[in-house]
C-alpha cells in the first residue's frame, strides 16, 4: 500500500464510449502524475499537475483529457479511444514537482479498449 | 535524445546475487531512482542516487558513476519474492523523469 488508490482495477470499453479514470492520495502531496506503461515500453509521462495547475501536456492526444480538483484527486477523462490505447495507466505523486522528490505510484488501471 | 539502456530480462538463482546495469545519456542530471514492480502491481521506490559512490540498504545496493553515465542495482540472497521488473528512471535538468524500460528478473530455485 502505497497511500496512492486508484478505480477501477482493469477496465474494457469500447471506441465510442467514454470513461473516467480515478486516483487519490493519501500522502499530502501537492504534484501529481498521469503514465501509460506499455508492454516493454519506458513508462510515458502524460500530465502533470502542480498545486492543482497543469504544468506539463507530453504531446497526448485530446481524446485523454485530465482534471484535477484538489491537491489530492487526479481524474483521466477517455473518449473515443483506439485499440493502441490499450496499456496500463499509473497515477502518481510526489511532495511538489521541480525537485529531485521520490514519486509514489498507485497500481494502476489496466485498460483494454476493442 | 535522451535514452536509458538497461537489460530487456535476466534470470537468477535463489540465494545468489544478481547486478542489473543501467546507462544512461540525458540532458543534465539531478539523480537516478531504482523502482521494483511486481506484474500487475505499482512500482516501488527502492533507491535514490544522485552522488557518485555505493548506497546500501538491506540486501539491496544501488552504484552510481556520474561520469560514465552508470548505475547499477545489486541484490543479495536472493529470494523469489524478488522475481520482478526493475526500472531505472533518471531526473534530468528539468527534473522530469526519464524512464528505461525495465528489466524482467526471473528467480530460479
Known amino acids: 500500500e502505497t497511500g496512492v488508490t486508484q478505480t477501477p482495477r482493469h477496465l474494457v470499453m469500447g471506441m465510442t464510449n467514454k470513461k473516467s479514470l480515478k486516483c487519490e492520495q493519501h500522502l499530502g502531496h501537492n504534484a501529481m502524475y498521469w503514465y501509460k506503461q506499455s508492454a516493454k515500453k519506458p513508462l510515458e509521462l502524460m500530465f502533470v499537475y502542480n498545486f492543482k495547475e497543469q504544468t506539463e501536456n507530453n504531446s497526448v492526444p485530446s481524446r485523454f483529457s485530465p482534471e484535477c480538483p484538489n491537491s489530492s484527486h487526479l481524474f483521466l477523462h477517455l473518449h473515443t479511444l483506439q485499440p493502441e490505447d490499450s496499456a496500463l495507466y499509473l497515477c502518481?505523486?510526489?511532495?511538489?514537482?521541480?525537485?529531485?522528490?521520490?514519486?509514489?505510484f498507485g497500481p494502476g488501471t489496466r485498460l483494454l479498449v476493442l | 535524445g535522451q535514452n536509458i539502456d538497461q537489460p530487456t530480462e535476466m534470470t537468477a538463482t535463489e540465494g545468489a546475487i544478481v547486478q542489473i546495469n543501467c546507462t544512461y545519456q540525458t540532458s543534465g542530471f539531478n539523480g537516478l531512482f531504482w523502482y521494483q514492480q511486481h506484474a500487475g502491481e505499482a512500482p516501488t521506490f527502492l533507491s535514490y542516487?544522485?552522488l557518485d559512490g555505493l548506497e546500501e540498504k538491506g540486501r539491496f545496493s544501488s552504484f552510481l558513476s556520474r561520469s560514465k553515465g552508470y548505475s547499477y542495482l545489486l541484490l543479495k540472497e536472493l529470494q523469489m519474492k524478488d522475481s520482478a521488473s526493475y526500472l531505472c528512471a533518471v531526473q534530468d535538468s528539468n527534473y522530469q523523469l526519464i524512464w528505461g524500460a525495465g528489466t524482467k528478473l526471473i528467480i530460479k530455485p
Open positions: 542516487n544522485v
Open positions: 502518481a505523486s510526489s511532495p511538489l514537482r521541480g525537485e529531485a522528490e521520490t514519486q509514489y
